[in-house]
């Protein structure tokens, strides 16, 4: 019975630690003066994140967004079914000036609680 417990228990942490969310911001580090450039904030994982805001700061140009979508995978091996989603929230800005600029990082509330985050990035004009 006490192996029943343990066993259960472990595959319930295991199921829990699958449906993990993750946030990665993902944009190019060096971009020219007069050049619009894209910034992507991707999150995996299943539950769709809900009050996502983010605001590029002051030495950047909202030119478009944020565009959404949505992509899943769904893969079976050997007869087991493997799902995977991404949210994906995409926008274009254009720099102000010239120099090295840091890009804030964004956060996100998700379904279901819970917050996921990801880091600020330097962008070099």
Request: proline share 5%.
């Amino acid at each position: 019975m006490k192996n029943r417990i343990i066993l259960t228990l472990t595959l319930l942490l295991a199921a829990l630690g699958l449906d993990a969310q993750s946030l990665t911001m993902e944009t190019q580090t060096l971009v020219s003066s007069d050049e619009q450039f894209t910034v992507a904030f991707v999150f995996n994982g299943e539950n769709k994140p809900s009050g996502f805001q983010w605001s590029p700061g002051d030495d950047f140009q909202l030119v478009w967004g944020p565009q959404q979508s949505t992509s899943t995978s769904i893969s079976f091996i050997k007869g087991k079914k493997s799902q995977s989603v991404q949210y994906t929230y995409t926008y274009i800005l254009l720099p102000k000036a010239v120099g090295t600029f840091t890009l804030p990082g964004a956060s996100a509330t998700l379904k279901g609680g819970g917050t996921v985050s990801c880091d600020p990035k330097k962008i070099e004009v």
